[in-house]
């Protein structure tokens, strides 16, 4: 009996674009993929053929908005073949922290920057009602899950996630809005339209259920 063929591996686009602690999240999916029982290789690269040839991106990020989108912008076709995947190919998307941010129309830190306009919304400083909450936004909160999705699939509301940021997303249409939780009233903590998704918590430091949600997205078929 001849050997059997290998099961071909499934690329995960992880873009590195000089923002995000990248090995962490390399780790997080590499567990995520373990236990989702798929067949998956996770990939740091800013290589235009790889990102194309990748059946999930995701996209880290931790720093200013401007200095995330200029250095997304700075790869050599990377921004023109992230649009051709995501938007006209349909191929699944996560935005993580900044990298969900990137997602809205612009962003108010440091100036006015231009986003990639995919899920339509303001990225604006955290205001929270009581002056006694700190900026940024360091620590643990829980979700409160506004709508069934995949990507939270088998989470509840009320579970714990870690969150980094001083801004926040504010989708224009309520119906992108998938998650919030609350430090001085509600902040937007995911968002999802059809194939594209963004969390605002970072799941690769959000111990089980961080992992259930990046286990989630590699088996969505959106």
């Given amino acids: 009996m001849g050997a059997q063929s290998a099961v071909p591996m499934a690329l995960v ?9 990248l090995r962490s999240a390399e780790k997080a999916l590499e567990r995520a993929a373990a ?7 996770i990939e740091v690269t800013n290589d235009l053929a ?8 995701v996209l880290p990020g931790v720093g200013a908005f401007g200095d995330c989108i200029e250095g997304l912008s700075s790869l050599p076709g990377v921004l023109d073949g992230l649009r051709d995947a995501v938007l006209m190919r349909g191929v699944p998307f996560l935005g993580i922290c900044v990298g969900m941010q990137l997602l809205a129309t612009r962003g108010h ?13 303001e990225v604006s400083r955290l205001q929270p009602s ?17 709508r069934p999705h995949p990507l939270f699939e088998g989470i509840e509301t009320g579970s714990d996630v870690y969150f980094v940021h001083s801004f926040a997303m504010q989708p224009t249409f309520r119906a992108d809005v998938l998650a919030t939780t609350d ?16 969390v605002q918590f970072h799941p690769e ?10 286990r989630n997205f590699l088996c969505w078929r959106p």
């Fill in 50 to 57: 790889r990102v194309t040839a990748a059946e999930r991106i």
């Fill in 183 to 198: 430090y001085g009233g509600p902040v937007v903590a995911a968002v999802a339209r059809g194939n594209i998704a963004g």
């Fill in 130 to 146: 009581d002056p006694m909450l700190k900026i940024p936004h360091i620590g643990w909160n829980r979700l409160d899950i506004l």
């Fill in 13 to 21: 686009a992880l873009i590195d674009y000089g923002s995000g602690n």
């Fill in 109 to 121: 830190e440091f100036g006015e920057h231009a986003g990639l306009g995919w899920i339509e919304g």
């Fill in 35 to 41: 236990e989702s029982g798929g067949s998956w290789t």
């Fill in 205 to 214: 430091k959000s111990q089980g259920t961080g992992i259930a949600v990046l």
